[in-house]
């Protein structure tokens, strides 16, 4: 079982830069594959980007493409994702999750463990 938390969420303006840290409890398995999803009000959640928890290529929605880094860090706070180049259509609850195995997925229902998001708005 793994808990997520995510961090780093605010306000910012268009053209501005945030960083979302995702923090676990439990245990990380090299298999695993990390994610962040977003939720825009009246939306249905959509992918933003994933990379497997061992490393190698990420993979990234083509709205955030060039604007957004997806990283790995430690088992403690085993994800970031760095969002540059902000726009108010980024605006969304963001949401780490984590798949249990191979391969890389932009679907959600594949995706075991979810935090409870965090809140991102950009004006414009």
């Known amino acids: 079982q793994v808990q997520l938390r995510e961090s780093g969420g605010g306000l910012v303006q268009a053209g501005g830069s945030l960083r979302l840290s995702c923090a676990a409890s439990?245990?990380?398995?090299?298999?695993?594959?990390m994610g962040w999803f977003r939720q825009a009000p009246g939306k249905e959640r959509e992918f933003v980007a994933a990379?497997?928890?061992?490393?190698?290529?990420?993979y990234y929605a083509d709205s955030v493409k060039g604007r957004f880094t997806i990283s790995r860090d430690n088992a403690r706070v085993p994800v970031h994702l760095q969002m540059t180049s902000l726009e108010p259509e980024d605006t969304a609850v963001y949401y780490c999750?984590?798949?249990?195995?191979?391969?890389?997925?932009?679907?959600?229902?594949?995706?075991?463990?979810w935090g409870q998001g965090t809140q991102v708005t950009v004006s414009s």
């Open positions: 999750a984590v798949k249990r195995d191979y391969p890389l997925s932009d679907k959600g229902d594949e995706y075991a463990y």
């Open positions: 990379m497997p928890w061992s490393g190698g290529i990420p």
């Open positions: 439990g245990v990380i398995f090299n298999s695993y594959i």
